[in-house]
């Protein structure tokens, strides 16, 4: 059976043909679908992704920019607050200093000994520790050696007697009553010093006789004896009111 041919661009009539009810077949309409999809959906849930990327770095540096300025700033020292006048300054949080403990310095000594050198013939007005005592002690002269007015009195073997005569004048309020031969004192050449004899009496004076009392005004002369080796050379006569405690002491220069 032959059909009727068809001019070129036309289509069989319906029911004609290639047979009845037959249709050319058509690209399936799902399969484009998925296809549009995936070809748009992709790249913008790419660009999405980047741009989540970005998004997460650049606040990241931005957190990191942040807190290395707060610690600059913290770093710095703070603004100076100007103040109105009138207007109290805010209370200072630091702690107040601990105050150092008050230093005592020990009072100085009031008590100086004082020294005072002279030559024989000289007078030296001395201060006893009595209130008002005041005496003038003159060093007269020195008897080197000194003679022992008796056989009973003779210095020991390979010493001999020094003698010095003082005068003794009250020039204070207070009565002077003392030994003057506990307040004397010779010292030689080499510095070694000595004390009166208790019991000596020489041809060149008179001694004190132990003590003596002198009223204000009214002087006393007597010799002070001392035993010292055959070589000592006497250079210096020391003296002091009441029995040599005394704080001021008076020195002669013998030599």
């Known amino acids: 059976m032959s059909y009727p041919q068809q001019p070129p661009g036309q289509q069989p009539p319906h029911g004609h043909g290639y047979g009845y009810g037959y249709q050319p077949p058509h690209p399936e309409k799902g399969n484009l679908g998925v296809i549009l999809l995936l070809a748009i959906g992709l790249p913008l849930l790419l660009l999405g992704g980047c741009g989540a990327v970005f998004f997460v770095l650049t606040a990241d540096q931005s957190s990191v ?18 103040l109105d006048p009138g207007t109290a300054p ?14 005592t310095t020990a009072p100085e000594q009031t008590t100086v000994q004082e020294q005072q050198a002279a030559k024989i013939g000289d007078a030296i007005t001395l201060e006893g520790n009595d209130p008002g005592l005041k005496v003038a002690v003159t060093v007269n002269q020195v008897f080197s050696p000194a003679t022992p007015a008796d056989t009973f009195t003779k210095p020991q073997t390979g010493k001999r007697f020094v003698a010095v005569e003082v005068t003794l004048t009250n020039q204070g309020q207070a009565v002077y009553s003392d030994s003057p031969t506990n307040g004397a004192m010779l010292i030689d050449a080499e510095g070694q010093q000595y004390r009166a004899a208790i019991i000596a009496d020489v041809r060149e004076g008179q001694s004190f006789g132990g003590s003596a009392t002198i009223n204000t005004g009214d002087s006393r002369k007597g010799v002070i004896v001392f035993e010292v080796p055959e070589a ?24």
């Open 232 to 255: 000592a050379r006497p250079a210096k006569f020391q003296f002091a009111l009441n029995s040599g405690f005394a704080d001021q002491k008076g020195e002669w220069q013998l030599g």
């Open 65 to 82: 920019a942040a807190r290395e300025a707060l610690e600059t700033e913290a770093d710095e020292d703070p603004p100076d607050i100007q």
């Open 90 to 103: 805010p209370p200072s949080t630091a702690p107040p200093p601990s105050a150092a403990p008050e230093q």
